[in-house]
């Protein structure tokens, strides 16, 4: 009852006073964004979705197969994108994930490994979890993702039975045995025979994509590529 009052006080905040950007907090987006004009310019991304081969897919390769992987920013602590993924996790920020899929969605659409993606499947939250938050923050993610490519997204394709402990300071692994068995796939028929874009806020060891990728692939004639919003150091 509270987390829901919340909500609906920070939606009202929203309505009196606009947002500022959601990456430096200082100026006002523009218009279609949640970002000012220097931060669009200025935030580091990666140009990964150019390259067939990049440092995301030398990370991903030899774990699960897959037709692509990219990510749109570098992460780096005590940066706007860090700030950026903050206020998009931790601060209600949802919109900016769905611009952000939106924009970098179009610029995929026509690139090879993108282009016969067919559904897009966020990573999902622990259910106790995303009631504490009120939001997946990948599923928006994924949600523009799905509109910039013009297809389907399957917000619920995937669902998190079991929640994992925190992954730092494990070896590859544990971090691996901690998390498989964590997902589930849901209405398997809607997703056998297609190539599904997976979906996460951040990429750092990547069991998290290794676990709900392992599980999506159990189903037949998938084909898998994989998009995050910031890759950060291994
Ligand atoms: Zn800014």
Not at 176 to 189: I, P, S, Y
């Amino acid at each position: 009852m509270f987390a829901l009052a919340q909500h609906y006080v920070e939606d009202l905040l929203d309505l009196l006073y606009p947002q500022l950007c959601a990456a430096c907090g200082i100026h006002h987006p523009t218009r279609d964004s949640a970002l000012c004009v220097t931060c669009q310019f200025e935030l580091p991304r990666t140009d990964f979705h150019l390259f067939s081969e990049n440092p995301m897919t030398r990370r991903l390769t030899g774990r699960f197969a897959f037709e692509a992987a990219t990510a749109m920013f570098y992460f780096v602590k005590d940066t706007p994108v860090q700030y950026l993924l903050h206020r998009i996790k931790y601060q209600g920020r949802k919109e900016a994930a769905l611009h952000l899929g939106r924009h970098y969605g179009r610029e995929l659409k026509e690139l090879p490994g993108y282009t016969t993606i067919d559904l897009v499947i966020p990573v999902p939250l622990h259910p106790t979890r995303e009631h504490q938050r009120g939001y997946n923050q990948s599923a928006w993610l994924a949600r523009g993702l799905a509109e910039g490519l013009g297809v389907p997204v399957h917000e619920r394709g995937l669902s998190r039975v079991r929640k994992t402990e925190t992954q730092t300071h494990k070896s590859r692994q544990q971090r691996l045995d901690n998390t498989v068995g964590a997902f589930v796939v849901q209405e398997q028929r809607r997703i056998t025979g297609k190539h599904i874009l997976l979906v996460d806020d951040v990429m750092t060891t990547g069991a998290t994509l290794e676990a709900c990728a392992l599980s999506l692939l159990q189903l037949t004639d998938i084909k898998l590529s994989i998009v995050t919003l910031a890759i950060a150091q291994d």
